[in-house]
């Protein structure tokens, strides 16, 4: 594993030491391309870019070469990268960079100065800006120095067993922290292929990893219920490695998964603020539903005194090092995190306390449930546990596992089925849409 202290650095060194070595997969065409093609691309994207440091380029041009090429430009130039969701309209993916201070876009269709920003603002020592949802819905910006994005590649790399022969299946959007930490940064340290798609279907994963030889394929549970599903997708031959992120990984699921590929999907536990936390290196726990795993390497995780989690380590994008997140846990003599709910997310039903996420945890043990969201709603001045399992199982079914599981009062009074969640493009339970859903449903 690299030392560079920047990224420039440790690309320097990686394609050099890999210069005809394939660097990158262009799944929907089947091209190859080698280190020195994408460091001849990324010189020249860079020379288009004022050599002024502390501005900022947003990257909106999805799973693709030109992504990473921007992304190493940026860098050769000491710009941030901002990277926005590709599938937006291009007025909304040039509105939103501007908002952030952007002073070019990297879109689909090539690089585009973003005119009528007076002053733009400057990204003083920010390698990248990671953005996660706020509680506005206004996206909230995470500064990311070389440092820490270098620390939380190394952390993966090293606690995953991610070496440089490796190739990742990269379906996952690149600029998402998992992502970054899982699939851009070893490509950038150590040298690691990557082959990427920007969009798929679960028939085409197959027939991928046999061409390419991939071995290492970071995924979201949809994804993983989308393929136990599929009856045309029979074999994953050639993975050594999944890894499951981005949302709650139900056992049921890792079960079914394994049952059906001879493959366990490794849970992972990780922020925005922080990058990976934990992972479960043999899978166990995956299986059973126990824990998030054990910290990664050079990461260390504590309670604070109301339990929530509190994250340290070189990766932790604060001054101090350390992060306290919303998540409430609980941790083993082994050093295993269990999340058990999220800080002011509890529902005081007739003077008792329960955590939606107990609810959520229960549901998904339920074999036919592929995931669970429950929600707290208010009626006359009294809370009440809203859910809604993401399964084809009767209604009553349902009802009964809870009932078997759980005291009366904390069974949902609404309780809703949906074949699917809408989901965002990271994977993620789209929480708005669902609930929209759910009351279109009941009118």
Not at 8 to 13: F, I, L, N, S, T
């Amino acid at each position: 594993m690299s030392t560079a202290a920047t990224i420039g650095e440790a690309w320097e060194r990686t394609h050099r030491r890999n210069a005809s070595r394939t660097a990158l997969i262009d799944l929907p065409s089947g091209q190859e391309s080698t280190f020195r093609a994408l460091q001849d691309q990324a010189t020249r994207l860079a020379a288009a870019l004022d050599p002024a440091p502390g501005r900022a380029l947003a990257l909106a041009c999805g799973n693709h070469a030109d992504w990473l090429a921007g992304f190493l430009a940026a860098r050769f130039r000491g710009h941030c990268l901002i990277p926005l969701d590709a599938a937006l309209p291009a007025p909304a993916l040039d509105a939103e960079a501007r908002r952030l201070g952007a002073s070019w876009i990297l879109r689909k269709d090539g690089l585009h100065p973003l005119p009528g920003i007076a002053r733009p603002r400057r990204w003083k020592n920010a390698a990248c800006l990671k953005l996660t949802s706020g509680t506005t819905g206004v996206p909230v910006s995470i500064p990311n120095q070389d440092r820490h994005l270098l620390a939380d590649g190394r952390q993966v790399a090293a606690t995953m067993g991610i070496r440089p022969q490796d190739r990742n299946l990269g379906l996952i959007p690149l600029g998402h922290s998992y992502a970054l930490g899982n699939l851009v940064l070893p490509l950038i340290e150590q040298g690691t292929a990557l082959a990427l798609a920007p969009a798929f279907l679960p028939a085409q994963i197959p027939d991928w990893i046999q061409n390419h030889g991939l071995t290492v394929f970071p995924t979201v549970p949809a994804v993983l219920r989308a393929l136990v599903d599929a009856p045309s997708v029979a074999s994953l031959q050639g993975l050594r490695r999944v890894i499951s992120a981005g949302a709650p990984l139900a056992p049921t699921l890792a079960r079914a998964f394994q049952q059906k590929f001879g493959l366990i999907p490794h849970n992972f536990y990780g922020s925005s603020e922080t990058g990976g936390i934990c992972y479960d290196r043999d899978g166990r726990a995956s299986l059973d539903g126990s824990s998030a795993g054990q910290p990664l390497h050079g990461v260390t995780v504590s309670l604070s005194r109301s339990g929530r989690v509190r994250v340290a380590g070189p990766a932790v994008a604060t001054p101090e090092g350390t992060f306290l997140l919303r998540d409430i846990g609980s941790l083993a003599p082994d050093g295993s995190l269990q999340i058990l709910g999220r800080a002011g997310a509890v529902a005081n039903i007739g003077g008792k306390k329960v955590s939606p996420r107990e609810i959520e945890a229960a549901l998904r043990t339920l074999d036919g449930v592929a995931d669970a969201v429950c929600w707290v709603r208010l009626a006359h001045g009294r809370h009440y546990l809203a859910a809604a399992a993401e399964s084809a199982l009767p209604l009553d079914t349902i009802r009964s596992h809870l009932a078997g599981l759980l005291p009366t009062w904390k069974i949902p009074r609404e309780l809703h089925v949906l074949r699917t969640f809408p989901r965002n493009p990271r994977g993620k339970t789209d929480l708005p849409r669902l609930q929209a859903r759910v009351r279109s449903a009941e009118k």
